[in-house]
């Protein structure tokens, strides 16, 4: 399982397609802390930010290896379920 992990990662950071979400969540973390208003808002404005940017994130992850390189690594790993599960 451990091996699934780090190849998916090494994939998904080859990739660069993790750089454009990020960027738009450090950008939005700075602009909602500059004020300095209460923090509850400012909590509030960085999670709503978070849900859309970690959504993005977990479909760039999914989706980083080429189809036919997925059923590779699938038959590879054994299963379906396994791969999957080491995607997460």
Do not use: H
């Not at 950008?27 to 909590?43: E, R």
Request: proline content about 5%; charged content about 15%.
């Amino acid at each position: 399982m451990k091996a699934i992990v780090r190849y998916v990662a090494a994939d998904a950071m080859r990739s660069q397609r993790w750089v454009a979400p990020v960027l738009l969540f450090a950008a939005a973390v700075l602009i909602f802390n500059t004020d300095a208003g209460p923090l509850l808002s400012t909590y509030a404005d960085t999670a709503a930010c978070l849900l859309p940017v970690a959504a993005w994130l977990t479909v760039v992850i999914v989706n980083a290896e080429d189809p036919v390189l997925t059923d590779v690594s699938i038959v590879t790993v054994g299963s379906d379920v396994r791969f999957r599960l080491g995607n997460c």
